[in-house]
């Protein structure tokens, strides 16, 4: 399971700090890829394409960047400039019709998509006919509607395995950990989780009990006179 870092979910205090939470998980080594689009790196006050690139230095895989047209010629354009932003970029583009006739189009020009706004496994089912490199589903908006994500997340798998689809199903709007380890356990190829479910993913009170102790067990044995 590729774990993708989602830049949306963080919570900055400074124009910098969601860039800042990439970094740091990347460090961690368990982030492979990102996912953003213009409208919520606006509201950090950041440069969309200064914001990307400065990710995609940062991440070693791939980084979602998201049109804002709605018809597929316009779109297209728009693609075709955000990916020559920097090898990392795929494309981010709605399940709509005109979504998915350029997503066809973009593929057919090598260049990858990510299907989003999903909701359900005839719109998996459509994208990953029409080529998607990446598709969406949103678990957590679905959990919030009464639907259960993760049940939508288990078909969406079976579709492509059935057909050999390429698509490789992302786990997105993902809520917490719990949510995370389930995904994983179905198979899911790819989740977006936030900073703060990756910090969470990490706590346990049996490891911090076990470090309290060694901790204790080193400095009596350091402080001891023979030491």
């Given at each position: 399971?590729?774990i993708?870092?989602?830049?949306r979910?963080?919570?900055?205090?400074?124009?910098?700090?969601?860039?800042?939470?990439?970094?740091?998980?990347?460090?961690?080594?368990?982030?492979d890829?990102?996912?953003?689009?213009?409208?919520?790196?606006?509201?950090?006050?950041?440069?969309?394409?200064?914001t990307?690139i400065?990710?995609?230095?940062i991440?070693?895989?791939?980084?979602?960047?998201?049109?804002?047209?709605?018809?597929?010629?316009?779109?297209?354009?728009?693609?075709?400039?955000?990916?020559?932003?920097?090898?990392?970029?795929?494309?981010?583009?709605p399940?709509?019709?005109?979504?998915?006739?350029?997503?066809?189009?973009?593929?057919?020009?090598?260049i990858?998509?990510?299907?989003?706004?999903?909701?359900?496994?005839?719109?998996?089912?459509?994208?990953?006919k029409?080529?998607?490199?990446y598709?969406?589903?949103?678990?957590?908006?679905?959990?919030?509607?009464?639907?259960?994500?993760?049940?939508?997340?288990a078909?969406?798998?079976?579709i492509?395995?059935?057909?050999k689809?390429?698509?490789?199903i992302?786990?997105?709007s993902?809520?917490?950990?719990?949510?995370?380890?389930?995904?994983?356990?179905?198979?899911?190829?790819?989740?977006?989780?936030?900073?703060?479910?990756?910090?969470?993913?990490?706590?346990?009170?049996?490891?911090?009990?076990?470090?309290?102790?060694f901790?204790?067990?080193?400095?009596?044995?350091?402080?001891?006179?023979?030491?």
């Amino acid at each position: 399971m590729t774990i993708c870092s989602l830049t949306r979910a963080f919570y900055p205090r400074s124009k910098l700090r969601g860039i800042f939470s990439i970094k740091t998980a990347t460090d961690w080594g368990v982030v492979d890829g990102a996912t953003t689009n213009p409208t919520l790196i606006a509201k950090e006050g950041r440069d969309f394409k200064q914001t990307v690139i400065e990710i995609c230095k940062i991440v070693n895989g791939p980084v979602s960047a998201e049109v804002m047209s709605t018809e597929a010629g316009a779109m297209v354009e728009e693609a075709k400039k955000l990916s020559r932003w920097h090898k990392h970029v795929i494309i981010k583009i709605p399940c709509t019709p005109e979504g998915l006739k350029t997503a066809k189009i973009l593929e057919e020009h090598k260049i990858r998509t990510n299907v989003t706004l999903v909701f359900s496994t005839n719109q998996v089912l459509l994208a990953a006919k029409a080529g998607a490199s990446y598709i969406s589903p949103f678990v957590g908006r679905l959990d919030d509607a009464g639907e259960d994500g993760l049940a939508m997340i288990a078909e969406s798998l079976r579709i492509i395995e059935n057909y050999k689809f390429k698509s490789q199903i992302i786990a997105a709007s993902v809520r917490s950990p719990l949510t995370v380890q389930r995904a994983a356990a179905l198979g899911a190829h790819v989740a977006t989780v936030p900073f703060k479910i990756l910090e969470q993913m990490f706590k346990h009170p049996l490891t911090d009990a076990g470090i309290k102790k060694f901790q204790q067990d080193w400095e009596s044995v350091t402080s001891s006179p023979r030491a």
